[in-house]
């Protein structure tokens, strides 16, 4: 009976040990097991057959799609991982741009799950993790430390520059309700910092933030291989957070918010106070407020960030931006890869900051797809999406719109 029992925990602990990669050590040698699982089928590269509508969209890693080479897919860095564990290979410099070039989208890692579970995207990061430690910090990322080291965002910005947008009105440092502005807002995309300012003005929700205490929150030292920093600066807005009296955190961008939410709690870090993305805490307000809004009467597509769909499973935020978009009197026409196909627009990771070209190559990938549903204008929810769609989208015809600046449009906030 014993010896019935201890089989059965150890059966059970091995499919912890496979279902769930966050329990093992990160060591890239304990997850020999699953780089050798991969039976190269091929999900990683391609979307699910069946939810294919338009063979010019069904090819789906980023970064395989730009080098089209093996190794830069998914199933192909498995095999790089392998032949390091088995001291077949050497770190390089080709293996750096390989991991480096990832855009984090998360394809590999969600559509695996349906096949072998081998966590591709786990032990890419888990790689990056051992070539930092290792070998060394690619150029991008020493910046990108160094700067927010110094200054708390990756810019290199002054620190005291975060709430330069903020006017006349200045929100408490403590509330209930705490607003999480996040670096590509607060310093490159101020008109989104207002208009959530605004909306939330409008629909009577009152709100702190954090100023000074609100730093990078830790989502590219996470991507980059610097978990540990990465958890510091998690753990300081955290309690930052907490010590303002935070009931409920709205974030406003996607990266940040996949960070709160996964990043936090797969490193021990669990806060008790709610996390919402900016959307998802105003789809039930603006349902309420239906009234308030005046219908903007257009036809748009829209864009499901990465970071709002596949990392967060399975609470995706997909169906949020649809239904506010709907109260705003806008009807969607999908591109053929939305929700949990969605193509990356290739802001994800580091990627702009070190292969600033990869990401417009990968952009126009998108912005292509967009065109070809033959409406004009994109709709992104992601401060990123804006930077790496945007500036490039009259090339194909398009305008880009931040959905907060449609909603503080249609409400007159
Ligand atoms: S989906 Fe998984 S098992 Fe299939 S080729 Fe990709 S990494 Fe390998
Ligand atoms: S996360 Fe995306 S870009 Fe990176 S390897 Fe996976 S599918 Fe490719």
């Known amino acids: 009976m014993t010896e019935k029992i201890d089989q059965d925990t150890k059966a059970q602990d091995i499919e912890k040990l496979w279902i769930f990669p966050a329990v093992r050590r990160r060591v890239l040698d304990d997850f020999y097991d699953l780089m050798i699982l991969c039976n190269k089928c091929g999900y990683c590269k391609f979307i699910f057959a069946p939810d294919a509508k338009d063979a010019r969209f069904v090819s789906q890693c980023p970064r395989g799609n730009i080098f089209k080479h093996l190794s830069y897919y998914a199933s192909g860095t498995l095999e790089i991982a392998r032949g390091i564990v088995e001291k077949r290979l050497a770190w390089s410099n080709t293996v750096e741009h390989i991991l480096y070039t990832c855009t984090d989208c998360g394809h590999c890692q969600f559509w695996c799950n349906v096949a072998m579970r081998t966590h591709p995207l786990t032990i890419m990061e888990i790689m990056k993790e051992t070539y930092v430690k290792e070998v060394a910090v690619p150029q991008h990322y020493k910046t990108i430390m160094t700067n927010i080291d110094v200054s708390h965002n990756p810019y290199g910005k002054p620190h005291e520059m975060r709430f330069a947008w903020l006017d006349n009105q200045k929100p408490p440092k403590s509330a209930d309700v705490m607003l999480f502005i996040g670096d590509d807002v607060a310093y490159k995309n101020n008109k989104l910092a207002m208009a959530t300012v605004n909306i939330l003005q409008k629909l009577g929700i009152s709100f702190g933030l954090l100023y000074e205490d609100e730093w990078h929150s830790g989502y590219l030292p996470f991507r980059g291989g610097f978990r540990e920093k990465g958890k510091a600066l998690l ?76 990392h967060i499973m399975p609470f995706s935020i997909t169906e949020q931006p649809r239904e506010i978009l709907k109260l705003l009197g806008i009807e969607v026409v999908e591109m053929p890869r939305n929700r949990l196909n969605t193509y990356c627009c290739g802001a994800g990771g580091a990627v702009p900051f070190g292969y600033p070209n990869v990401t417009k190559m990968i952009a126009r990938i998108r912005l292509a797809e967009a065109a070809s549903t033959g409406v004009k204008e994109l709709v992104v929810s992601c401060p990123s999406c804006e930077a790496s769609l945007g500036p490039i989208s009259n090339e194909f015809g398009l305008l880009v719109e931040n959905i907060l600046i449609l909603i503080q449009s249609a409400i007159g906030a």
């Open 235 to 310: 753990k300081h807005n955290f309690e930052a957070l907490k010590k303002a009296g935070a009931k409920k955190v709205i974030v406003l961008s996607p990266h940040d918010y996949r960070t709160f939410k996964v990043d936090g709690p797969e490193c021990g870090l669990s806060p008790d106070f709610e996390i919402y993305h900016v959307l998802e805490f105003l789809a039930p307000l603006l349902k309420e407020n239906k009234d308030k809004i005046k219908p903007l009467n257009k036809k748009v597509t829209y864009h499901d960030p990465c970071q709002l769909v596949r």
